[in-house]
């Protein structure tokens, strides 16, 4: 190939890294959900919701709330998460 | 090159449009006849003439290989390496470095000589990225004989959906020359991937977005301003909202690199105002990765995503500009960043006093987000010349201006709750009791700018992620 012009990437020049998800549990028996609330208006409403249905189904809930929906949620945030939980509803809701 | 250099002899380098060249033509030609010369011309290989060795140097690589930095420069080389060089005319140098050959009877005792083609701006990075180490460390792309550059930045997914300038190593060398920061000098980490950003990175994004090197101070002072956490710059990308970074910038630099802050200063026509903006969100798509479609979720928004950058018109000594009003002193250049979506623009052609226009603004204000909802993101008031006039006429300076916003901006809580007037939206019901202000004590940011003509004013709501007022802000930072 005849080179006509040399370019310069603009790009941080880095490669996602793909991780496999875990696999949904069989089932919630015996398990902690988390749910996490990401600061949007109203998200408490629709956890309340939520937790109501987990409560009736006799599965365990904990709540969380990400300090605003603007940022990410911090690692310690999600760190206690995945040390109190075994899965997570992460609610966004306007 | 090395076989057009003697071993042992003399070299000049000249070039015709030199008068100092031209005046010692009858030197090169005594010292020719007199021993071993070999003449690299930058400009008319004809010239000298009557000398034997003349090297057609256009392309100026035995320059920029010489190092030389004006004509006529005369090296002696010894055993295959340069041993001394003198520049210009100096009988006393030249005739101590050439001997007697060199003496130029009639000519005047000294002359000096001119700037080396190869040193004009703009050459110099052109021939340090066709023969030298240009020491840059981004990945080199190339690009094939037949396709089309331009067509190679979209197709890798550079592009902000308008065509880039190919960031070319002589573009990119261009670029870091407008500022004298070290090229691996990390900025900031740019989200959404927390990239880190080198100053090289900048300047190749800032080529593509077709700035000039000298906006380079501002491009990076707008970069590490968006990089302050209060700005939120992720949350900003990531949004659902119409909103994107919109850049107001004081001082000096935005009048020395010619930014437009009159006529048509919201629009298009200025290369300052359109590139710098528009190279921001270049870094923010290219380096952070920060793509529309992906991590930017925007639900429609805002042609000023493309870029949106104007300056402040300070030319009135009676008006506080947008940065001092924000605790930065006169006389430095500042940068504001503000979560801006798109112009609303303001008419009011009727009123004719300040405390009529205050009324006239408050309600057109009310409008940003819903006209309902308050304390829910903030806004840019820019005040063009006719409605500035009519304050200033009145006796309002922009502290009262913003005072008698502040206050006209207040609402019976009643008017605003979810349901009042037959509205859903609203502010809730906690609220019915209350005043209730519709920005921030310090939300609303105003600003002068605009063409002569034209009762207008330009109404730029806000995000509503400024609601959190300790965590989201617009941000105002001195350019270093």
């Known amino acids: ?52 249905h987990f409560k009736k189904a006799g599965i365990a809930t904990k709540r969380y709330r990400k300090p605003t929906n603007t940022k990410v949620a911090p690692v310690e945030l999600m760190q206690k998460i995945a040390a109190e939980a075994q899965a997570a509803v992460i609610a966004l809701s306007d | 090159m090395a076989d057009t250099l003697p071993n042992d002899g003399l070299v000049i380098v000249a070039k015709r449009d030199c008068p100092t060249c031209v005046l010692i033509e009858p030197v090169m030609q005594n010292l020719d006849r007199a021993g071993a010369l070999t003449v690299f011309s930058q400009d008319d290989p004809t010239f000298p003439s009557g000398v034997r060795s003349v090297v057609d140097d256009h392309d100026l690589e035995r320059s920029f290989h010489l190092k030389i930095e004006s004509v006529p420069t005369l090296i002696r080389f010894r055993g295959g390496r340069e041993v001394e060089r003198t520049v210009g005319w100096d009988r006393q140098e030249w005739t101590r470095l050439a001997g007697a050959a060199a003496e130029g009877e009639g000519l005047p005792a000294w002359q000096p000589g001119c700037g080396s083609k190869s040193v004009e701006p703009g050459v110099h990075e052109a021939l340090l990225a066709r023969y030298g180490e240009t020491g840059l460390k981004s990945r080199q792309i ?42 691996d000098e990390v900025i900031g980490l740019i989200p959404p991937n927390l990239a880190p950003c080198t100053v090289e990175k900048v300047a190749i994004n800032a080529v593509m977005a077709g700035c000039k090197p000298e906006y380079m101070p501002v491009v990076l002072g707008v970069l590490e301003a968006s990089l302050d956490p209060l700005f939120v710059l992720h949350g900003l990308l990531c949004t659902t909202h119409f909103s994107g970074p919109l850049v107001i910038i004081n001082g000096p630099a935005a009048r020395a690199i010619g930014m437009n802050s009159g006529v048509n200063a919201l629009g298009q026509g200025n290369r300052a105002n359109a590139t710098i903006g528009r190279a921001l969100q270049l870094i923010v798509r290219n380096v952070g990765g920060g793509l529309p479609g992906a991590i930017d979720r925007a639900t429609l928004g805002n042609p000023g995503k493309y870029t949106f950058c104007f300056a402040e018109d300070e030319s009135d000594p009676d008006w506080e500009p947008l940065a001092q009003r924000r605790g930065i002193a006169a006389g430095k250049s500042v940068v504001t960043l503000f979560h801006g979506e798109g112009v609303n623009g303001f008419i009011d052609q ?14 057109g204000l009310f409008g940003v987000g819903h006209p309902k909802l308050c304390l829910a993101g903030n806004a840019v008031l820019v005040l063009a010349p006719e409605h500035y006039k009519i304050f200033k006429d009145g006796g309002f300076n922009r502290r009262r201006i913003e005072d008698e916003l502040y206050q006209a901006l207040k609402r019976p809580g009643r008017d605003v709750i979810r349901g009042a007037h037959g509205v859903a939206e609203g502010m809730p019901s906690s609220f019915a009791d209350k005043m209730v202000d519709k920005f921030q004590p310090d939300g609303l940011l105003i600003v002068r700018a605009g063409g002569e003509a034209g009762l207008f004013s330009a109404i730029i709501g806000g995000w509503p992620g400024q609601s959190v007022r300790d965590e989201c802000q617009a941000v105002t930072h001195e350019i270093r």
């Open chain 1, 1 to 52: 190939m005849n080179i006509a012009s040399k370019l310069r990437d603009p790009t941080a020049e880095t490669s996602p890294t793909r991780r496999a998800r875990l696999a949904p549990p069989q089932s919630l028996e015996g398990k902690t959900v988390a749910l996490m609330d990401i600061g949007k208006s109203r998200g408490v409403e629709f956890l309340d919701r939520l937790e109501g």
């Open chain 2, 142 to 183: 190339d690009v094939g004989n037949w396709d089309d550059p331009i067509e190679a930045c979209f197709e890798r997914g550079w592009s902000d959906g308008l065509p880039v300038v190919p960031p070319t190593d002589e573009r990119i060398l261009r670029m870091l020359g407008g500022t004298d920061r070290k090229p």
């Open chain 2, 350 to 363: 009727k009123s004719r006093t300040p405390e009529e226009l205050v009324r006239s603004l408050a309600s």
